[in-house]
Each structure stands twice: as C-alpha cells, then as structure tokens.
C-alpha cells in the first residue's frame, strides 16, 4: 500500500548561464520511463484538477511556470506540498489521491506520466478509493 513519504521532491538538473537556466529531465532520472507528457495551463481562479489516483501509473508534476498546491492523500493521512520552481518535481506513486489547487495566473502544470492513457487505471470516486486502500 502505497503511502505519502513514497512521494518526493526531486530536483531537476539545470545547466546554469548567463542567457537563462536549462533543466533537463531525461529516463533515469525518474523511477520510471516516461511514456506521456501533459499539460496543465489557463486554469480558471478557484479550479482545481486532479480529484483521482492511479492503480498503476506514477507522475512526476512540475510547476513550469507560476506555482500550485498538490493535496496528496493516501488514505491515512493527507498533506500539501507547494510546487513552484521549474528545477523541482512532485514524484506521485500509485495509489496515491491526488488534488491540485490554488493555481497563481498563468500557472503550467507538466505531468509526465509512467503510462499511456488508459481509463481502467484511473481511481475517480473518492469513496472507491478508500475502500481500496482495505483491500
């Protein structure tokens, strides 16, 4: 059974310059080969995203631009990390409910994903998730 402390923060290496900083996150970085990339942008004052756990699949979020909270919830206990550096991640484990909210304007959320779409892998009922924590 997954729990909070499986998720981490991991920093992104960046190349530093003059110009503007570089980050680069390549396979090996992450526990995980990524498989999908997504983002989170033009998210209306008072949304919030998220709302579902993954049976299978991890991500990593990264605040690209502007910051958010992420409420992770195992169950047990729930806790709410701030993302808002683009050298910094949120590795979320299976099994893990997560909630994103308190966007600032002009917020990017970047997701890369351990797997391709796929709706079966997805815990979307809050109460569904619960008692699969018992099972």
């Given at each position: 059974?997954?729990?909070?402390t499986?998720?981490?923060i ?9 110009r503007?900083n570089?980050?680069?996150?390549e ?24 709302g ?7 991500e990593?979020?990264i ?9 992770l ?35 990017v ?27």
């Amino acid at each position: 059974m997954a729990l909070i402390t499986d998720c981490e923060i991991i920093g992104i290496p960046k190349i530093k310059d003059h110009r503007g900083n570089l980050a680069v996150v390549e396979n090996g970085i992450l526990p995980f080969k990524m498989n999908r990339v997504y983002y989170l942008f033009d998210i209306p004052a008072g949304a919030y995203r998220g709302g579902h756990a993954h049976k299978l699949q991890q991500e990593f979020l990264i605040a690209i631009s502007g910051s958010f909270e992420v409420v992770l919830d195992d169950g047990i206990q729930k806790k709410t990390i701030l993302l808002n550096r683009p050298d910094r991640g949120l590795l979320i484990d299976t099994g893990i409910w997560r909630e994103l909210q308190s966007f600032s304007q002009g917020s990017v959320c970047l997701v890369l994903n351990s797997g391709k779409f796929d709706e079966s892998d997805y815990i979307r009922d809050y109460q569904t998730f619960l008692a699969s924590k018992n099972e």
